[in-house]
């Protein structure tokens, strides 16, 4: 039996680049809630089916004004958003919540793959998830163990979808959306041709360099650490990490490792797999290794499973990553340099990047658990943003704003 929606108004604000929101709007309307859609852009336009569609065309000094006007007359109880690190979103999430709205933030699951996040008020350092066990226990309490959902997805269906809404957006933005600015630092075109001639033309290149970097890590008798690369176009990194980006994470780890790791250890530095590699990372890290003197044990990766690296690393290194997670998961020692959601006592290494090389220890299995066991409770849920896991996705969400959230509502600042 569905839960009754009757009564209650959602605003829907930009979502994935899929057909996700609508049939999240969908699954809202057959419980008998109201939606309605606000539209930025012509890639919001391109994906969205259904009625509720209220384009917004004002700069972006005019859209709380308006975005509180419109709340106001609609009687919105609710409002989602993909992220609230964008302006648009955050200004949006900052208003709904004067206004004594709930505030719904969608990403994609920190369990990943297979599992979809939906926060109340905000997601990672913004999150208001537990930071105690006291209170992850309280969550976790009767909770199942965790399951492992799984969702038939296709990258190229992912990135079709991408080039379509990045391309609606450049074609008719000046017509029908004058004033529409992406968030993201990087020009689609500057994206797309960083794929094609670094991914897809450099293809062989690439897969050669792979296996010879998947030989040398399987042959390395001493500790094996990681450090997977995060984009500089993720809010996470954006807004909760320390200072200066992905690079500046690469130096300072590098250099760490160079002056307080023993002798015998390696240091995997493995670039994000949606990095578009037009700044030149596989130079910078070796030029910081070879001034740092461990070019000899500082090891380049572009590609390969890392999921499988896991259960043997020595440790993993992350700003905030939800890799940082799945190593947990894995058994391997963590330290997270950045806010993040799983950085606790008995999981996360807690004193310092310069010990973490001889000191870091593996997470406490039960720990560990509680914190899973709580997060599939209260703000995970399985689905995905394309493929087979949308409709099971969106059925889920749609429920999951319909019940009660898993902590009080977050009053409006004075």
């Not at 605003?11 to 419980?31: D, H, I, K, N």
């Not at 572009?302 to 993993?316: E, F, Y």
Request: charged share 20%; proline share 7%.
């Amino acid at each position: 039996m569905e839960t009754d929606g009757r009564g209650r108004v959602f605003v829907l604000l930009q979502g994935p680049y899929s057909e996700f929101f609508t049939e999240l709007a969908a699954a809202l309307r057959r419980t008998g809630s109201e939606v309605r859609r606000v539209l930025f852009c012509p890639g919001d336009r391109l994906f969205w089916r259904g009625p509720g569609a209220v384009p917004f065309r004002g700069r972006q000094d005019e859209w709380r004004g308006w975005l509180e006007a419109f709340l106001r007359a609609e009687g919105a109880t609710d409002i989602a958003m993909l992220g609230d690190g964008r302006r648009l979103h955050d200004e949006a999430a900052q208003a709904a919540c004067a206004l004594g709205l709930r505030v719904h933030v969608v990403e994609l699951g920190y369990l990943r793959p297979g599992w979809l996040t939906l926060e109340p008020d905000g997601t990672g350092g913004r999150s208001r998830f537990p930071r105690d066990w006291a209170g992850i226990a309280a969550l976790a309490e009767g909770a199942p163990e965790l399951s492992a959902p799984r969702f038939a997805a296709s990258f190229v269906e992912y990135a079709a979808k991408d080039v379509a809404f990045n391309l609606a957006n450049l074609l008719a933005s000046w017509a029908m959306f004058p004033h529409y600015r992406r968030h993201s630092p990087d020009h689609p075109v500057t994206e797309w041709s960083g794929w094609i001639w670094n991914k897809l033309l450099r293809a062989a290149a690439r897969a050669r360099a792979l296996r010879a970097a998947e030989a040398r890590i399987a042959a390395h008798e001493g500790p094996v650490f990681h450090l997977p690369l995060q984009l500089d176009a993720d809010f996470q990194m954006r807004l909760h990490a320390p200072p200066g980006g992905v690079a500046a994470l690469m130096e300072r780890a590098i250099r760490s490792f160079a002056a307080h790791a023993s002798a015998e250890a390696l240091l995997v530095v493995k670039v994000h797999p949606l990095d578009h590699l037009w700044a030149g990372w596989r130079w910078k890290i070796e030029a910081v290794a070879q001034e740092a003197g461990v070019s000899a044990r500082c090891l380049y990766l572009d590609g390969g499973n890392l999921d499988a690296m896991l259960p043997r690393a020595a440790g993993v290194v992350v700003a905030n990553s939800t890799v940082g997670l799945s190593a947990l998961r894995a058994g391997a020692p963590v330290i997270a340099l950045g806010t993040a959601i799983y950085d606790l006592p008995d999981l996360t290494f807690q004193h310092g990047l310069d010990r973490f090389w001889r000191e870091a220890a593996a997470p406490e299995p039960g720990r560990l658990d509680l914190l899973l066991r709580a997060l599939a409770a209260s703000i995970q849920l399985p689905g995905g943003f394309d493929g087979e896991g949308v409709k099971p996705g969106a059925a889920a969400m749609a429920a999951r704003m319909l019940a009660p959230p898993p902590w009080p509502r977050r009053e409006a600042a004075a």
